[in-house]
């Protein structure tokens, strides 16, 4: 009977993975096409998966966000990036977790997520990618639109592929109201890298 239970589970497993990456294909898929509708459809779907992981869940919040964009709803986009933004952070290793504790403190700073660290334990550039992207938190809950795109725009200088210098910095867009630049900024971030001939 244990034995039966175990394979149980693992069918379940199995079935929601296989689900997740169905969804995911097929929201990105509607993205490619231009059919908003039916991405926002699959990535609500894919949300709603049990067991989903969180790296379906980033997917989904990302391609719901874009979807909405594209329908014209930036105040709901704004609400799958908060997820996305509030998921990725609570996952990411600090940059100087091995030596320091981080002492972690959310404030209401328009859906971006403030982390304080021992800022002497903090080097290299995810460090100083990690500080920008909060002094753009902090910009962009006073209503400083500006300087918070040019701190977003400063960690993604120093890590081009960080999720949270990307999101900070079409969050920024959406509150200015540059809803069309949000959405070109989601549809370049979802596109595959090139592949290099070595």
């Known amino acids: 009977a244990a034995s039966l239970e175990s394979w149980r589970e693992e069918q379940s497993r199995r079935h929601s993975t296989l689900l997740q990456a169905v969804l ?17 459809y699959s990535a609500e779907e894919l949300l709603r998966v049990e067991g989903c992981t969180s790296e379906s869940s980033f997917l989904a919040h990302t391609y719901a966000a874009e979807s909405l964009c594209d329908l014209g709803r930036p ?23 091995s030596n320091v504790q981080a002492d972690r403190e959310k404030d ?15 080097t290299g550039d995810p460090a100083r990618a990690a500080l920008y992207i ?16 040019q701190c977003s725009l400063q960690a993604l ?16 867009q959406l509150a200015s ?15 595959p ?6």
């Open 75 to 97: 105040a709901d986009a704004v609400e799958h990036l908060t997820a996305a933004l509030m998921q990725q952070h609570d996952e990411s290793p600090s940059p100087a977790k």
């Open 134 to 149: 909060n002094l753009a938190a902090v910009y962009a809950s006073q209503g400083e639109h500006r300087q918070a795109e």
């Open 177 to 191: 109201g540059h809803d069309d630049m949000a959405l070109s900024l989601l549809k370049w971030r979802r596109l």
């Open 157 to 172: 200088k120093l890590q081009p592929s960080n999720p949270h210098a990307m999101l900070a910095l079409v969050y920024v």
């Open 193 to 198: 890298a090139p592949l290099h001939d070595q």
């Open 24 to 40: 995911a294909q097929t929201a990105h898929l509607h993205l490619l096409q231009h059919h908003s509708l039916q991405a926002l």
């Open 108 to 122: 209401d700073l328009g859906g971006i997520e403030v982390v304080s660290d021992d800022m002497a334990a903090l």
